[in-house]
């Protein structure tokens, strides 16, 4: 596979140019843990390559990379994919990744997990839907979501109650059925921003 035959690659063309693009995808190519997948938003998976999850979301949100504190590669004159000579990019320039704790699959993750680690995953977890589903900020759909609930049953439920209804969700599932991490990764979760949510409520009433 080669920078262009990425579904992304006219978006970080137009971001940071065809010779950066050539560059910057084909280290994510060439890196251990890249697996293409079809349903993401670039087809892989942006917390797993060298250049780090923050640097695909600039570029998703039209924002130079570059400009945000990102290194600014210095590239050979090769370095353009859509040529007939292969790319040549040094090998110490796709180094090692570590993978989020919450991209992992059930069993690495669960083979020894720690209360940390169990915590990252939340976190990480929460980062990776907001970026699929809601503002760059993090995962607050909640309170939309309370409100149309509130208006369909005539209820006045809070945001922070609507986390905690989540979270009691997954302290049931914890209790029935065969283990499964995902379920306490996801309490951390619902439990942070639940706390986020009457931190913002206090604040209101003072």
């Given at each position: ?19 950066y ?5 084909q ?6 843990h890249?697996?293409y997948?079809?349903?993401?938003i670039?087809?892989?998976i942006?917390?797993?390559t060298p250049?780090?999850g ?6 998703h949100?039209?924002k130079?990379p570059?400009?945000?504190?990102h ?6 004159e090769k ?7 292969e790319?040549?990019?040094p090998l110490?320039?796709?180094p090692k990744?570590?993978?989020p704790?919450h ?21 990480g977890?929460?980062q990776?839907r907001?970026v699929?589903?809601?503002s ?9 979501t ?8 005539g209820?006045e439920?809070t ?11 997954k302290?049931?599932?914890?209790s ?9 990764e ?6 942070g921003?639940?706390?986020?949510a009457?931190?913002k409520?206090?604040q209101?009433?003072?």
């Amino acid at each position: 596979m080669k920078p262009t035959d990425l579904k992304c690659y006219k978006q970080v063309v137009a971001v940071i140019g065809e010779a950066y693009a050539d560059y910057e995808l084909q280290r994510v190519i060439d890196c251990e843990h890249y697996e293409y997948e079809e349903r993401l938003i670039f087809g892989f998976i942006w917390g797993c390559t060298p250049q780090g999850g923050n640097f695909w979301l600039l570029i998703h949100e039209g924002k130079n990379p570059y400009f945000h504190g990102h290194t600014r590669p210095k590239l050979s004159e090769k370095s353009h994919a859509n040529s007939d000579k292969e790319l040549f990019i040094p090998l110490e320039s796709c180094p090692k990744v570590d993978v989020p704790e919450h991209q992992l699959n059930e069993k690495q993750r669960s083979d020894g997990s720690t209360a940390v680690s169990i915590l990252e995953a939340g976190l990480g977890h929460m980062q990776d839907r907001a970026v699929t589903y809601d503002s760059p900020q993090g995962e607050r759909s909640m309170g939309k979501t309370v409100g149309m609930f509130n208006t369909l049953y005539g209820l006045e439920l809070t945001e922070e109650q609507g986390w905690a209804f989540m979270a009691i969700l997954k302290l049931v599932r914890t209790s029935q059925g065969n283990f499964k991490l995902d379920n306490f990764e996801d309490m951390a979760a619902y439990s942070g921003l639940m706390g986020e949510a009457a931190s913002k409520l206090a604040q209101t009433k003072n």
